[in-house]
């Protein structure tokens, strides 16, 4: 099956530093890939959608200048969570979709989550 | 908006106890609903998965039915094993498939020996 992985699992960083999440598809493409937060007992939240080559699509209150989202590769998109602080320590979990016309398009597939932790 | 609201845990039974986990949506259209579970440690994976008013999902001995009238889904299995411990989050999808997801806040299932 259609395997997410995401990097790192874990991070824990000062307050003020930026982090980078990386999401890659590792056996399909992914034209689409889709950011959501989750805090603790909480529902997973969509962040955003990005599209391969293009700018990302942010839901409604998601700071875009803040959520740094990159999808320069059909395989790869990236989080960059910039100054962070104590608030935006979350789960982040990506999913990814891939071309219409092939089968990983009519599902989404999911990271194993990256916890970031901000001190 | 669309929202997805299942019972919180944890739940905790014993091996082949009867497992219900209860799960209600709001909707503006009709959508498709799934299951998800997540292992420790692992991604989310798909469950099970319904598209319309009256499918039922069913895989790995779970089932659940698309309840229109009680805009329901719930996630039943007969007899839970060990292996079956884990989070398992409901949710929908209202712009067709593959689009916009929706979860609810999941519910651990913890199974005793």
């Known amino acids: 099956g259609a395997v997410v992985s995401q990097h790192p699992s874990r991070v824990i960083c000062k307050s003020g530093t930026s982090v980078k999440i990386e999401c890659r598809s590792l056996d399909f493409q992914a034209t689409t890939m889709f950011w959501y937060r989750q805090f603790p007992k909480q529902s997973l939240m969509l962040m955003a959608t990005s599209n391969e080559g293009s700018k990302a699509t942010y839901e409604q209150g998601v700071e875009k200048d803040k959520f740094l989202i990159n999808h320069a590769s059909l395989t790869l998109s990236t989080l960059t969570v910039t100054s962070a602080h104590p608030e935006d320590s979350s789960f982040y979990i990506c999913?990814?979709?891939?071309?219409?016309?092939?089968?990983?398009?009519?599902?989404?597939?999911f990271g194993p989550g990256t916890r970031l932790t901000v001190l | 908006g669309d929202s997805v609201t299942q019972m919180e845990g944890p739940v905790t039974l014993s091996e082949e106890a009867f497992l219900t986990i209860n799960c209600t949506y709001t909707?503006?259209?009709?959508?498709?609903l799934f299951w998800y579970v997540q292992y420790p440690g692992e991604g989310l994976q798909l469950l099970l998965k319904?598209?319309?008013?009256?499918d039922k999902g069913s895989n790995k001995g779970f089932e659940a039915t698309y309840r229109k009238e009680t805009t329901s889904f719930h996630l039943e299995k007969g007899s839970v094993q060990v292996s079956d411990s884990a989070v398992y989050f409901c949710?929908?999808?209202?712009?067709?498939?593959?689009?916009?997801?929706?979860f609810g806040p999941g519910t651990r299932l913890s199974v005793l020996p």
């Open positions: 909707a503006t259209g009709y959508p498709s």
């Open positions: 999913s990814a979709r891939g071309a219409s016309g092939v089968s990983s398009y009519n599902e989404q597939f």
């Open positions: 319904a598209t319309k008013a009256d």
């Open positions: 949710a929908l999808s209202d712009r067709g498939y593959g689009q916009n997801f929706v």
